[in-house]
């Protein structure tokens, strides 16, 4: 048996003695195995094709085997070896990687122990599912990052075959990194380590919601310290008036908000990421921090508000390991959701793991006439593709691909501010 990434998938067949269920669906195969006499379940994901290998096939089979461990309590092993969500598929892709995100919350909830044996790539989507696991195994091929070397490269202007870039991006991303950031973290050095690794990681979690919020304590160590004290000021917007007519009060920092509003003759809470700027680690943990003592305090009802198109890609992001911070919002959400209801509403652009990670726990996404939701910006596509796609997609084309299940026009004239 070798570590080597390329066998990597035969050496965890091997050590589960894995029995396929069903013909392979795209990149993913589904299956049966045992381990220490336990029987588990497993979902190999293979990187055979480009520009992603989790489309609407892939993630509809995957969510149906988290389902699947959420009711038998049955311990999960997945092999990620994946540059994300299938971007050649656009919406499509996006509104399945909603579902599969929304299933992988309430397994990991659930406490399904949750083991990930990572091959050479780990971008994406496939990053954020990763980091539903309280363990992950790296070779020492492994890449783990938000955003793929070829976005990064694009962002920062520079050829994703420089040296210097490709330097700083092994410094970033690299297994003995991501090793220091996390005890969670693993390098597999030989191949006789897969074994005990497997029985570690496979070892009942206890309260899960307790770990996900340990876990979120444990990111702030990551953030530049002291982290300076938020910078609030008071918010006023055309569209939050009209979605609140009978009066809302919020602020802001830097493009987190917060507040409250009434509608219907009931008080809401909201939380909120807007601005044009993408998301990055700190945003993301001062909006986890926020929604976390939502969870805890149970709002009446808690609303998301959404206009920010993408993730930060940026290698300082990705040192710290953006993921992370990004799963951390969408376990907050859903710890909140199991006491309020929750919705997402999005008010202007949307895409990629910032719109995963909110819209997954969400009961319902509303999307603002005119919103536009796209499973990454523009120039990300064409850094990966080759090519844009800028069409502009109709509520009837987010609600066929399951990324919006509302609409409302708020009668407003140009850019709300």
Not at 193 to 219: K, M, N, T
Not at 305 to 333: G, H
Not at 341 to 363: D, E, F, M, N, S
Not at 395 to 405: H, K, L, Q, T
Request: one cysteine or more; charged letters at 20%; aromatic letters at 6%.
């Amino acid at each position: 048996m070798s570590a080597a990434p390329e066998s990597g998938a035969g050496a965890l067949r091997s050590a589960l003695a894995f029995d396929a269920v069903g013909e392979p669906a795209g990149n993913v195969t589904i299956g049966r195995g045992r381990f220490n006499g336990r029987a588990v379940r497993v979902g190999l994901v293979e990187n055979r094709f480009a520009s992603g290998s989790i489309g609407a096939l892939e993630a509809e089979r995957l969510a149906a085997l988290l389902r699947i461990v959420t009711i038998e309590r049955v311990p999960l092993v997945l092999y990620l070896d994946s540059a994300g969500a299938k971007v050649s598929e656009g919406l499509k892709a996006l509104g399945a990687f909603r579902l599969l995100f929304h299933a992988g919350l309430d397994a990991a909830l659930a406490g399904v122990p949750i083991a990930v044996v990572l091959g050479r790539n780990c971008y994406g989507g496939s990053s954020m599912l990763a980091h539903l696991a309280a363990r992950r195994l790296f070779t020492p091929a492994t890449r783990l990052a938000m955003s793929g070397p070829s976005i990064l490269a694009s962002a920062a202007g520079m050829n994703v075959l420089d040296e210097s870039f490709r330097a700083m991006a092994e410094a970033a991303m690299s297994p003995a990194a991501r090793a220091r950031a996390s005890q969670a973290n693993t390098v597999l050095e030989r191949a006789d380590e897969l074994g005990s690794w497997l029985a570690e990681a496979l070892a009942a979690p206890g309260d899960a919601a307790a770990a996900f919020h340990q876990r979120h304590e444990s990111l702030a160590h990551r953030l530049e310290r002291p982290l300076p004290a938020a910078r609030w000021e008071p918010l006023e917007r055309r569209d939050l008036a009209k979605i609140y007519p009978e009066g809302y009060q919020a602020r802001d920092a830097q493009g987190l908000i917060e507040g409250t509003g009434r509608r219907n003759g009931a008080e809401e809470a909201f939380l909120g990421i807007v601005g044009a700027a993408p998301l990055g680690i700190e945003r993301a943990w001062r909006f986890a921090e926020a929604a976390w003592q939502h969870a805890r305090a149970a709002p009446a009802r808690l609303e998301i508000f959404l206009d920010c198109a993408t993730q930060a890609a940026r290698l300082e992001d990705e040192k710290a390991v953006l993921s992370e911070f990004i799963v951390d919002m969408s376990a907050a959400l859903a710890v909140a959701a199991r006491r309020t209801p929750v919705g997402l509403t999005i008010l202007g652009r949307a895409g990629g793991g910032v719109y995963v990670a909110l819209a997954a726990p969400a009961r319902r996404v509303t999307s603002v006439y005119g919103a536009d939701i796209q499973v990454l910006p523009g120039s990300a596509v064409a850094a990966i593709l080759g090519e844009s796609h800028d069409a502009v997609a109709t509520f009837a084309d987010y609600r066929d691909a399951r990324v919006a299940d509302d609409e409302i026009r708020l009668g407003l004239t140009g850019t709300p501010p």
